[in-house]
């Protein structure tokens, strides 16, 4: 179960964070990227500084938010029943339509790609949905929105905002059940894996959203 901190934000507080978090991260996708040197750097510190201030004003220690061990056999074992699966179906996408390669089973791109999806989980469900539990009560319709939200952030790539959503919401329950950000980091980088070599590159745009989406 989510547990909030020492000093839970209200539901106004939690949705001016959220709001502010995600006007920021959507006007870089879609405004600014790539429009000054630096602007990844800029946009990293920015993010960052705005959720970990947030943690520390409501005294969100780092198990709260899901960086912990304890819980790790227990979200892995139900992490495990519908990552398999899925995994298992986009593997044999990619192997059937030529796509799964030896760059898939590359070691470094996967250590890359998992600290990569330790970054978006974190933000996904260490932040957004973790104010969202301040801002709704019902875990059934928070975690739909929690997918929403992750489908939103890849527009306007129609099969990673399909991915995203069913990915977001198996994610935001699994968090719900068993916080724990490394398991969840875990899965994404796998899924992903399995997801980016089970489709052409050119089905998936080479998996950009906003604006590069169209210049691919």
């Known amino acids: 179960m989510i547990e909030m901190g020492a000093r839970p934000p209200s539901r106004r507080a ?3 964070e959220l ?3 995600l006007t920021l991260v959507l006007s ?71 796509h799964f390669g030896r760059e898939a089973l590359d070691l470094q791109r996967f250590l890359r790609v998992l600290a990569w999806g330790f970054l978006q989980q974190y933000l996904l469900q260490g932040f957004i949905h973790r104010r969202l539990a301040s ?3 019902r875990p059934r319709v928070r975690e739909l929105v929690v997918a929403a939200i992750f489908s939103l952030l890849h527009l306007p790539n129609p099969v990673l905002m399909s991915v995203t959503f069913l990915a977001g919401w198996i994610f935001a329950v699994l968090y719900r059940r068993h ?29 950009r959203v906003g604006p590069g989406y169209f210049r691919f």
């Open 14 to 16: 939690a949705i001016f």
């Open 19 to 21: 709001a502010l978090f």
């Open 28 to 98: 870089y996708i879609w405004i600014w990227a790539h429009a000054f040197p630096g602007d990844k750097m800029v946009i990293y510190v920015a993010g960052l500084g705005l959720t970990l201030l947030t943690h520390a004003v409501h005294r969100e220690g780092p198990a709260q938010i899901g960086v912990r061990l304890d819980n790790f056999f227990a979200a892995a074992r139900d992490a495990a029943i519908p990552a398999l699966p899925l995994v298992a179906i986009f593997v044999t996408m990619g192997i059937l339509g030529g």
């Open 135 to 137: 801002a709704i009560s």
């Open 179 to 207: 916080p724990n950000l490394i398991v969840l980091a875990l899965c994404h980088a796998v899924g992903s894996t399995a997801v980016a070599f089970g489709f052409d590159t050119g089905v998936l745009h080479r998996m």
